[in-house]
C-alpha cells in the first residue's frame, strides 16, 4: 500500500539518492498523487530542474517497475506522479483487510507516562480533562505499537495549598461528612478560604503555620490531613473511571518530598549555598536561571520532590523514555529539572520528555480555582451527557432509557476526548459543549455517527467475499481510498513526535471523504459487481475509522 515507498524505490533505481525524503503530497490531487521538486538535483547534475523533471519522467515512463503508475508527468521543476486507480483500490482494501494497514507492533521500548498529578486541595478540572485525555491517548497509540508503557499519577498531598482547605474546614466544617462527592466537598473548602482571607489576610499565615505543624507531625493536623486527604483521592478514583483512565501505580508527595532533601543533601558538592544559606543549583552552563532546592531553613520545595521521584521512576520502572504531561506554564521548571538531574549525575536526561500542553478555556472564558469558576470535569461530563441524551431522544423515540444513556455515555465521552484530542498538544482552545456534540463537523459524533451509518447499510447487504476492486473509479471512490491510505503515515507520525492530533484530523478527513462518497455514490442500489465493490469499500472504511476512534480510546457504536 505504500506507494510513497514504490515510488521512491523507481527513482532510487533511476540515480535520485534519498527520494523518500524529497517526495511530497501535493495539495490538489489533480497535480499528482506525489510529486518530486527537482531544486536540489539542479547543482548535482548542471540542468535546471524542468529539464531534469521532463528527463526524469521520460525515464520512469517506460521503467518496467512503474506499472502501478497511470501516469508520470513533468510540470514545470516537478515530476508528479499519478497512480492507478485499480492499483489503490486493491492495495488499500487489502490492506485493510489482512491487518497489515496498521503495522502494529513496531515499538521496542519501555516507556513511562506521567498525569494528571492533580492537587487534593479540589476536584478534577477541565484542564486535568486535556490533561487525562492526552496522557491516556498517548498510553494507547505506544502501547499498539508494541511498547511496554506505565501509566503513574502523582498526588500532589502537602503544601500550603493543602493547608488552606483543611484550615477552612477546621474553622467552619463543624466535623461534618461530604454532603457532595467528596473531592467536591473539599474544594468547596478551598473556594470559602480564598474567600476569608480577601477579608482577613491573617489566614495566610494561619495556613503557613499549619504546614509547619503537618511537616512536626503534628498529631491533630495530620489527622485532618488523612481525613480531607481520603475525602479527595477518593473522589478522584471515581472521577478517573468515569473517564476510563486507569494507572499502574500512584505515588504521593508526601511519601516522596523527603527523599528529595535526602538526594540533595548527599549530592551537596555539586550544589551551592546563596548568601542566606539556601541551597541552590547554578544552571548558568545550562543558559536557565539558578533554582533554590532548600530554603535557609532546610524545607524542601516542589523541584526537590520532583528529583526524589524522577530518580525512584527509573530505578523501579528501568524506562527507555520518561514522559510527562504537564501544561506550558511548567515549561522552565522541566528543563531546569531535567539540568538539575544532568548536574546531580543522574544519566538518562536523552529519555527524557515534557509532552507541553496550551490552556482549554470555556466560551465564558478563563476559570479561576480560588474563585470557584473552575468548570469540574465530573459537571462537564454530566453536561454533555445530558446534552447528548437529548440530541439521541429526538432521533430515537421508539428506544428504551437504558439504551439511551449507555449510548449518551459513550457519545459523550468521545465528544469530549476527540475536541480534547483533535488539537496539536501546544495550541491554546475553547471548549463548547454543544459544538463538540454535534453530528456534523469536526468531532467526535460526527465520526461515530459517521460508522454506525455504515453499519446501517452493511446490515441491509449480504457481504461479498470477493470483488473486482478496479470497479472502484469514480473521483468520490479514489478520494476515499486516497484519504484511507494517508491514515498509516499519521499513525506513524503520532508515534514518533508523541501527538494523537494526527490520527484525529485524519479521522475527520476519512469522514468527509466517506460522506462525500455516500452522496455521491449508491450502494445497495448499485449494479452487484459495483454494489459488492462498494460494499468492500464501506467495510474498509468503517473497519478503519472503528480502530482509529479506539486508538483515542473513543467506541465507535453500530447505531445512534
Not at 53 to 64: G, I, R, T, V, Y
Not at 165 to 188: I, R, T
Not at 399 to 417: N, Y
Request: with cysteine; aromatic share 10%; hydrophobic share 40%.
Amino acid at each position: 500500500m505504500d506507494f510513497k515507498e514504490r515510488i521512491a524505490y523507481l527513482l532510487e533505481s533511476v540515480g535520485v539518492a534519498g527520494a523518500a525524503a524529497m517526495l511530497e503530497t501535493p495539495p490538489n490531487p489533480q497535480l499528482g498523487h506525489f510529486a518530486l521538486p527537482c531544486f536540489t538535483l539542479a547543482k548535482e547534475r548542471r540542468k535546471s530542474p524542468p529539464s531534469i523533471a521532463q528527463e526524469l519522467a521520460s525515464q520512469l515512463k517506460a521503467h518496467p517497475g512503474a506499472d502501478f503508475l497511470e501516469n508520470v508527468m513533468a510540470t514545470g521543476p516537478y515530476v508528479n506522479f499519478f497512480i492507478k486507480p485499480s492499483a489503490r483500490a486493491s492495495a488499500v482494501i487489502g490492506a485493510i483487510q489482512d491487518s497489515s494497514y496498521w503495522a502494529f507492533g513496531t515499538g521496542q521500548r519501555r516507556i513511562l507516562i506521567e498525569y494528571p498529578s492533580p492537587n487534593t486541595n479540589k476536584p478534577l478540572h477541565l484542564g486535568h480533562v486535556r490533561n487525562m485525555v492526552l496522557g491516556s491517548t498517548l498510553s494507547i497509540i505506544l502501547k499498539r505499537d508494541g511498547n511496554i508503557v506505565f501509566q503513574v499519577n502523582l498526588n500532589n498531598d502537602r503544601g500550603v495549598h493543602i493547608c488552606k482547605s483543611m484550615l477552612a474546614y477546621q474553622k467552619w466544617g463543624n466535623d461534618a461528612q461530604p454532603d457532595k462527592k467528596s473531592d467536591h466537598y473539599v474544594g468547596d473548602w478551598y473556594v470559602r478560604f480564598a474567600k476569608a482571607a480577601k477579608d482577613n489576610p491573617a489566614l495566610e499565615e494561619e495556613a503557613q503555620s499549619m504546614l509547619l505543624a503537618w511537616e512536626n507531625n503534628d498529631a491533630g493536623v495530620r489527622k485532618l490531613w488523612k481525613l480531607m486527604n481520603g475525602w479527595a483521592l477518593d473522589g478522584f478514583r471515581q472521577t478517573y473511571a468515569r473517564f476510563h483512565i486507569t494507572f499502574d501505580k500512584e505515588y504521593c508527595e508526601s511519601d516522596i518530598y523527603q527523599d528529595g532533601k535526602r538526594i540533595v543533601l548527599d549530592h551537596i558538592d555539586a550544589l551551592e549555598k546563596d548568601e542566606t544559606g539556601a541551597v541552590i543549583a547554578n544552571l548558568e552552563r545550562f543558559g536557565l536561571p539558578n533554582k533554590v532546592l532548600l530554603r535557609k531553613d532546610g524545607t524542601s520545595i516542589y523541584m526537590t520532590q520532583d528529583i526524589a521521584l524522577t530518580i525512584r521512576k527509573m530505578e523501579e520502572f528501568k524506562p527507555d523514555l520518561q514522559v510527562w504531561v504537564v501544561g506550558n506554564e511548567q515549561m522552565l521548571h522541566f528543563q531546569q529539572l531535567f539540568a538539575i538531574l544532568e548536574l546531580l549525575g543522574v544519566k538518562g536526561r536523552e529519555s527524557f520528555f515534557h509532552l507541553s500542553y496550551g490552556m482549554v478555556s470555556l466560551p465564558e472564558g478563563k476559570m479561576k480555582s480560588r474563585e470557584g469558576t473552575v468548570v469540574d470535569a465530573d459537571d462537564l461530563l454530566d453536561e454533555v451527557e445530558g446534552l447528548a441524551t437529548e440530541e439521541i431522544r429526538k432521533r430515537h423515540d421508539d428506544w428504551g432509557e437504558e439504551h439511551v444513556a449507555e449510548t449518551a455515555k459513550t457519545v459523550a465521552l468521545g465528544a469530549i476526548r476527540f475536541f480534547m484530542i483533535k488539537y496539536d498538544p501546544l495550541r491554546d482552545f475553547v471548549f463548547d459543549p454543544k459544538s463538540s456534540l454535534s453530528f456534523e463537523g469536526d468531532t467526535g459524533p460526527y465520526l461515530q455517527y459517521t460508522h454506525a451509518r455504515i453499519c446501517s447499510i452493511l446490515a441491509k447487504a449480504t457481504y461479498p467475499q470477493t470483488t473486482d476492486t478496479s470497479l472502484l473509479s469514480s473521483p468520490e471512490e479514489q478520494e476515499l481510498l486516497r484519504q484511507l491510505q494517508f491514515l498509516p503515515e499519521l499513525y506513524r507520525k503520532a508515534v514518533t513526535e508523541l501527538k494523537p492530533s494526527s490520527i484525529a484530523t485524519q479521522l475527520l478527513e476519512i469522514g468527509r471523504a466517506f460522506n462525500g462518497f455516500y452522496h455521491a455514490c449508491p450502494v445497495l442500489n448499485a449494479e452487484p459487481p459495483l454494489r459488492d465493490a462498494r460494499l468492500q469499500l464501506i467495510e474498509a472504511t468503517r473497519r478503519v475509522i472503528e480502530e482509529g476512534l479506539s486508538l483515542l480510546g473513543i467506541e465507535a457504536p453500530r447505531e445512534m
